[in-house]
């Protein structure tokens, strides 16, 4: 770990030791109280709602509310609290936010600490509605450890589509359960979700391979990429870590210049959700060394979808978008 990283971690842990606790203790209390009440242990799932009544859900990024959508079809009613191009590391909730999440028979999170700020509020929404981590089912031995936080693991799971898929189960099992009446209608959207995945996923490999194997280097803003990285075969390189919340320094920025220029990168990437001023600098600092990199004309999708209208609104289109972008700017 370099000393830079090391700086990184020291500032930030202190703070997310307590967010940890926190919710280590609220779990302990729930569970306490579940047991004290002899509550049955399917308590929070939610009661069902009556034949034909659309599920009122509260999701939080694009890419989840777009997950529920495709199951739910029109059984659901969904809020996303996260629009195009929102940082959920840095995003706080809104009074309006905090009552959608209030009032919805059933909320939807990506969870891994990826929603940081909003840790304390899933906890407080879980004790009167259906809280669902649409990660849970993600086996714990395919996640990265957070490079940024001790006793974590890197959030951003969607970029690897296999992985993906298992988000689909505990939204089928969730709506079912508040929709009986509906339950085939989940479970074969669901199916018919996971096999689209399923494509998409062949589809990133064949185009990526499509890729000489000397320049599958991708430089980012942030280190959102790194399940990509793993699955498809990228070196991925963030300037910030895993989360926007630290900063990066000057000597971040050298680091990843010196990156660009010995392995000749010819293009390093902006994402739509972070401000581009550190790839600036990288591209900026490469040209000092005489390397004259490019910024790929096109932002990444990283922690947030695209506009309406845009083809990247859904999360199928922002894979397919981002894959497009890459081999663009690379090959
Ligand atoms: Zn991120």
Redesign the pocket.
Known sequence: MSARTVGRVRAISAMDLRLFLKVSLAGVLAAALAVGCGGDSEEGSGEALAEGQPVQVTATTTMITDLVEQVGGDEVEVTGLMGPGV???TYRASQGDVQALQEADAVFYNGLF?EGQMQDLFIDTAEQNPTVQVTEAVPEEQLLESEDYEDQFD??VWFDVEMWQTTVDPVVKQLSELRPDAEEDFQQRGEEYRQELEELHSEVEEEISSIPEEDRVMVTA???FRYFGEQYGMQVEGIEG???EGEAGSGDIQEVADLVVENEVPAIFVEG?VPPQNIEAVQAAAQDRGWDVQIADEELY??AGGEEGSGAETYEGMVRANIETIRGALT
């Open positions: 940082d959920p590391h990826l959030p951003h942030h280190d959102a895993i989360s926007t959700s990283s922690d």
